[in-house]
């Protein structure tokens, strides 16, 4: 329900109407880190006697039909999957409906992220140390003991930059580069790994043709732990800051 409320929004929004994008080539790429991937519905999951199930238990709750009841819903017959790594979900939804568009594989690209918080998953990153006992998110500060949990929903339209402006579209902001990439070997499998985000950041600098002088504001991950900021931090410092001045200073910060 969420997803169809954001991406109906947001096409809205764009100026579009949904009759006018039916049966068009409009992808739809979604975000979903395990929102409803913990199926409580799961007999095997539950133990004992399993409850009487319904074909809508199924439909209702898997991390495919997120995406495909939007474009069912909307009639829309572009490229439709979900995607879950983790933190990153919406970075990689991003990335794939830029690169379906850069491949013609659709004509507009919806893009949504959810985020449903569950007993399970909670407690869990709890368990990691991940979750902050204070109930706040002291990211940069010495404080840090973790991040804080929370629920929402968003959705973005994207098209070639060509197209909008042939169409006149209103024009939020240009994505001019991405990159995606895995922490390979690291400390453990929850921790990052500093020079992996080097050449990630650097990676994206070079698609975008744009020097490291050139970008003032980064919107960090901002973990609010002790392991993640410094290496971040660190990253973001090799990357961008070896040859600025004080003139152009980097600003660095992290919504929770």
């Known amino acids: 329900r969420l997803l169809l409320e954001m991406s109906y929004d947001a096409i809205m929004d764009a100026g579009y109407t ?37 074909v809508y238990d199924a439909t209702g709750s898997t991390l495919s039909v997120a995406a495909g009841r939007i474009s069912y819903t909307f009639g829309f017959q572009g490229p439709c999957f979900t995607v879950d790594t983790a933190c990153s979900s919406s970075l990689v939804a991003t990335q794939s409906a830029i690169r379906s568009l850069d491949h013609l594989d659709c004509d507009v690209a919806v893009v949504c992220t959810v985020n449903v918080l569950t007993a399970s998953s909670s407690i869990g990153a709890a368990l990691a140390g991940m ?30 930059v060509e197209s909008a402006v042939e169409g006149q579209d209103s024009i939020y902001g240009v994505i ?81």
């Open 18 to 54: 949904i009759e006018s994008l039916r049966n068009q080539r409009v992808g739809v790429f979604v975000a979903a880190s395990g929102a409803m991937g913990n199926n409580s519905n799961d007999p095997s999951q539950l133990g004992g006697e399993p409850p009487a199930l319904s």
């Open 131 to 160: 979750t902050s006992e204070d109930g706040k998110c002291h990211t940069f500060d010495a404080s840090a003991n973790g991040y804080s949990r929370g629920e929402g929903c968003g959705a973005i339209v994207l098209k070639r």
């Open 176 to 256: 001019r580069g991405t990159s995606v990439m895995q922490d390979g070997k690291s400390a453990s499998l929850t921790a990052p790994n500093g020079r992996a985000q080097e050449s990630l950041l650097s990676a994206a600098l070079h698609e975008a043709r744009l020097s490291p002088e050139d970008v003032t504001f980064v919107e960090a991950h901002g973990t609010g732990t002790k392991l993640g900021d410094p290496i971040e931090t660190a990253a973001l410092a090799m990357v961008y800051g070896q040859s600025r001045s004080a003139e152009n200073p980097l600003y660095i910060s992290s919504v929770k």
